[in-house]
């Protein structure tokens, strides 16, 4: 098992940064991958950014230039930096892990971008 928990959502006006972090119950080292998505109202969940075993990292076009995924082996933490906010980034933001075949998500944490 593990259990994810997502911190740093909050209200931002466009043009801003947010940083939301990840706290991981077990080695994040030892998973396949770990990575962020979110999910508008009406709209399916999608993939923000991930990084995959061996160090491969991919982001959604939307968010290429402006977000970055990082992560820290030594404390158990995933990141993403947010930059350039949009509106459209408006979303609850969840953490995600695939370990041992798994798929596992945190609880989400809401990130709005509004003047």
């Known amino acids: 098992q593990v259990q994810l928990m997502e911190s740093g959502g909050g209200l931002v006006q466009p043009g801003g940064s947010l940083r939301l972090s990840c706290t991981a119950s077990?080695?994040?080292?030892?998973?396949?991958?770990v990575g962020w998505y979110r999910q508008a109202p009406g709209k399916q969940r999608e993939l923000v950014a991930r990084?995959?075993?061996?160090?491969?990292?991919n982001y959604a076009d939307s968010v290429k230039d402006r977000f970055t995924i990082q992560k820290d082996n030594a404390k158990n933490m995933l990141y993403l930096q947010m930059n350039m906010l949009k509106p459209e980034d408006t979303a609850v933001y969840y953490c995600?892990?695939?370990?041992?075949?798994?798929?596992?998500w945190g609880q989400g944490t809401q990130v709005t971008v509004s003047s």
């Open positions: 077990r080695n994040i080292d030892t998973m396949y991958s």
């Open positions: 990084i995959v075993s061996g160090g491969y990292t």
């Open positions: 995600n892990a695939v370990w041992n075949t798994q798929n596992y």
